[in-house]
């Protein structure tokens, strides 16, 4: 992703997004009612579904949503580039990612810092020993 991208999305979601726990995998989630904005938002966080559904006012609110991994990793690029609260949000999200043992859609299990959790090594290790 350009840079430029990167710091465009940082402000969508700045403004209209969410970072979150979504059950068992951190995720990052838009909701506005302008299609196009959130067609573009889709297309730069990965190949992702936008969702419509009418809201009590009438109109349609446009949803996409970008959840494991691909959250994770997006998460850690836009770290620096969010506000204080939105930091503090990113990085509780990702400690519970890194706290959760099969956390993640998929077989890696990342910390905040962009690594494979040590604590999920240890957990390996400790299960593959007692299996000996």
């Known amino acids: 992703m350009k840079s430029k991208d990167l710091y465009w999305l940082a402000g969508?979601?700045?403004?209209?997004?969410?970072?979150?726990?979504?059950?068992?995998?951190?995720?990052?989630?838009?909701?506005?009612?302008?299609?196009?904005?959130?067609?573009r938002a889709a297309h730069l966080m990965g190949p992702?579904?936008?969702?419509?559904?009418?809201?009590p006012t009438g109109h349609l609110q446009y949803r996409t949503i970008v959840c494991g991994e691909r959250a994770i990793a997006l998460m850690v690029r836009l770290l620096p580039l969010m506000g204080k609260r939105r930091q503090?949000?990113?990085?509780?999200?990702?400690?519970?990612?890194?706290?959760?043992p099969g956390h993640v859609i998929g077989e890696r299990h990342w910390n905040?810092?962009?690594g494979i959790s040590k604590g999920y090594k240890r957990r390996m290790t400790n299960a593959m020993e007692t299996r000996k």
């Open 88 to 100: 503090i949000k990113i990085r509780d999200v990702l400690d519970w990612a890194a706290a959760r």
């Open 48 to 55: 992702c579904t936008v969702h419509s559904r009418t809201i």
């Open 112 to 114: 905040w810092k962009g």
């Open 12 to 39: 969508l979601i700045e403004g209209e997004g969410c970072f979150a726990k979504s059950g068992r995998t951190p995720s990052i989630r838009i909701d506005m009612l302008d299609k196009d904005v959130v067609d």
